[in-house]
């Protein structure tokens, strides 16, 4: 039985584990998983929560498979390496060191934060959008149905695949280099009010040189360069350069 009960501070069946230093080799809850490493790492190889799956600490996180059926929520002072993140309302990454994830699906957001580190990532899902910042940022695949919106420090940004309902924009990189990338219209548009962005458009700004091998979008394709050359046969599109 439940000895919480429903107003207790654990209702249901959780794993809750608060300590200098965390290894979980399989954890599953029927409720949340919620782990805190005050000093240490978290180190778990397939944390599963029937809700919530959140972990937090000061160092690095590693995980293998990692699921939650609601939000999953990792942050970590350090740098970032799951191979697998699956969340079935939210998903929320952060790490002040470097990120790597293999592949992310979400059944609504996808939310990544580097705060000053680089991210290696390999496919994304999102059912709604996927928004990223990092100094620098390597995607292999990219598909949302809403935005994807990626921030680049002032470093560079590397797209080989991205699909968007909405809006696909990118700012703040010193270069982007993107292989196809898509806005399909599919998805509700999130800025009926804004001029820039009323429609389904690709947006790219960056400082330096700026290349897209494949642009489509419903709307409009607006490439700027600040400081560098534009590489590019998009379809639908307007650009600018300062060179």
Known sequence: PDNDGPGGPYPGGNIVVDAAD????????????????FFGNIVSDAPDAGSNLTGVTNQDIAVGTAAATGALDLRAGGGLDPDTLTAGTS?????????????????????LLGGGGTADIGTLVAATDILADFVTLSIDSATAGGDITLSSQGG????????????????????????????????????????????????VDSIG???????????????????GSIFSRPRNFSMSSAS
């Open 91 to 111: 998903l929320f990454t952060s790490a002040n060191g470097a990120t790597r994830i293999a592949s992310a699906d979400s059944g609504g957001p996808i939310t």
């Open 22 to 37: 965390i290894v979980l080799a399989d954890g599953r809850a029927a409720d949340e998983i919620r782990l805190q490493a």
């Open 209 to 227: 040189d700026l290349r897209l091998d494949d642009g489509n979008a419903a709307n409009l394709i607006d490439l700027t360069s600040s400081g």
């Open 156 to 203: 560079s940004t590397d797209v080989a695949f991205a699909q968007a309902g909405d809006d696909f924009t990118v700012s703040g990189a010193a270069t982007f280099t993107g292989g196809t990338v898509i806005a399909t219209g599919l998805g509700t548009d999130s800025e009926p009010g804004d001029a820039s962005l009323a429609g389904s458009n690709i947006v």
